[in-house]
């Protein structure tokens, strides 16, 4: 079958197939390319400018995506008895704790139902500390809160964290710990201003000073599926030119058989002989 694969007409087979191969891996790779696309970048400078929570978030709703990043002021204040420790929180390489306090709303709409309180309520994730010890209560009486708006976190399941303290950032668990209404999100805090002065954090409290979220990578799976036929094609059109050069052999075979022996020489014939007449 090799001396078969080796005709000029087969061998220039080959090339055509290796280059069709080829052009079919190049568009697998373009349509791989495609089939993972990033979000919108996060680089609109609006998300910068400071808004009124009340405005870019509803309680009771789900948290938009478009709400994600965006940096918000609210008014109103703590509670020092609604404070958790979330644990497993890196700064500089550092494991500790994010310390997360109740902020009543001013102005925020009141939720109305079963197990709803008096208050809107949203999680503030006021700084980082090393030690659980460090973590002291927040500021007393009227708060002008600056942050980062961010959704909530995904509940870490299985997991009892203990009392005061938590594994997440998630305000299903904290509402239920808390029992208030809250905002379906959490803020970062950046500043905190009381009676028009800003209030500077505790020596052990460290401001977390979290950045814009890089986008989110979303996978086309139409795109993924063109990439994997892309594949297929190009191994195809190999098995095309191996079918095509193992047909010609076999017809070769054929050929072969096909062909009658060579005759005997006239020598090599066994003579003939009539057989006698019998007389009467």
């Known amino acids: 079958m090799l001396k078969t694969a080796l005709k000029p007409r087969w061998i220039a087979g080959l090339v055509f197939a290796l280059l069709l191969s080829g052009v079919f891996v190049l568009l697998s790779q373009w349509q791989f390319g495609r089939s993972t696309q ?43 008895a609604k404070q958790v420790l979330v644990e497993g929180r890196l700064l500089a390489g550092q494991k500790g704790y994010w310390v997360v306090t109740a902020f009543a709303v001013d102005g925020a709409p009141i939720l109305h139902g079963v197990g709803a309180s008096a208050k809107t309520w949203i999680p503030v994730a006021r700084g980082w500390v090393a030690d659980p010890a460090q973590a002291g209560p927040p500021p007393s009486g009227t708060i002008e809160l600056t942050g980062r708006l961010l959704p909530s976190e995904a509940p870490v399941p299985n997991v009892d964290a203990g009392a005061g303290r938590a594994s997440a950032v998630s305000v299903a668990e904290l509402i239920n710990t808390w029992e208030v209404s809250s905002y379906p999100g959490f803020v970062a805090a950046t500043s905190e201003v009381s009676a028009g002065k800003t209030l500077a954090l505790p020596a052990q409290l460290k401001p977390l000073n979290i950045p814009a979220q890089p986008p989110n990578q979303q996978i086309n799976w139409l795109n993924l599926f063109y990439s994997v036929e892309w594949v297929v094609f190009a191994g195809f059109a190999l098995y095309v030119w191996w079918r095509m050069v193992a047909d010609d052999y076999r017809r070769t075979l054929e050929e072969d058989e096909e062909e009658p022996d060579d005759e005997f020489p006239s020598d090599d014939l066994p003579a003939i002989t009539k057989p006698e007449q019998v007389k009467p």
């Open 38 to 80: 990033s979000d919108v970048p996060v680089d609109d400078p609006a998300v910068e400018q400071v808004k009124p929570l009340t405005g870019e978030l509803q309680p009771g709703t789900f948290f938009p995506g478009s709400a994600s990043d965006q940096m918000v002021s609210a008014k109103g204040s703590y509670d020092p």
